[in-house]
């Protein structure tokens, strides 16, 4: 399996709209509701963010997610990500995606690195605490998690 990091582009706009309003993607992710006019403001805002950092994910040039880096500063930076089709669940792509979050971190120079995860999401809590992530705190189900690197 060839998983590839790449330019999260308009392209990525209808992939991630299906994902993000998927039932069992939303519940898991813990997204709020947006429209396509949200998600269209929120991509033409990017560009002129230098806090945020995004990629979409392929596998066999086929988009399956995406992943990236949100409120960097110069002592920290939130990790997010998702597999986004399903039929690439559970065959060690997460891994990947967190792996490659914490380099473009440490190559950033950036010194601690946290997540959200929804207790409900087994799979991506188990992932984190095996690299090394430590509950920080917990409210409405939503579990904050951080690793210094």
């Keep these: 399996?060839?998983?590839?990091?790449?330019?999260?582009?308009?392209?990525?706009?209808?992939?991630?709209?299906?994902?993000l309003?998927?039932?069992?993607?939303?519940?898991?992710?813990?997204?709020?509701?947006?429209?396509?006019?949200?998600?269209?403001?929120?991509?033409n805002s990017l560009i002129k963010r230098d806090d945020y950092l995004i990629w979409g994910i392929e596998v066999d040039s086929k988009p399956i997610?995406?992943?990236g880096l949100k409120g960097i500063s110069d002592t920290e930076c939130e990790y997010w990500g998702y597999i986004g089709e399903k039929d690439y669940w559970g065959k060690g792509i997460g891994k990947l995606l967190?792996?490659?979050?914490?380099?473009?971190?440490?190559?950033?120079?950036?010194?601690?690195?946290?997540l959200k995860v929804s207790r409900m999401n087994l799979r991506a809590l188990g992932l984190y605490k095996n690299r090394g992530y430590v509950i920080e705190s917990e409210k409405n189900g939503l579990i904050k998690m951080r690793k210094d690197l």
């Design 1 to 19: 399996m060839d998983v590839v990091f790449t330019e999260f582009s308009d392209i990525y706009l209808e992939y991630s709209w299906r994902w």
């Design 21 to 43: 309003n998927d039932p069992e993607i939303k519940l898991l992710t813990r997204v709020s509701d947006f429209s396509r006019i949200d998600q269209k403001e929120w991509y």
């Design 65 to 67: 997610g995406s992943c």
């Design 98 to 114: 967190v792996a490659f979050a914490e380099n473009i971190a440490i190559e950033k120079n950036i010194p601690s690195i946290w």
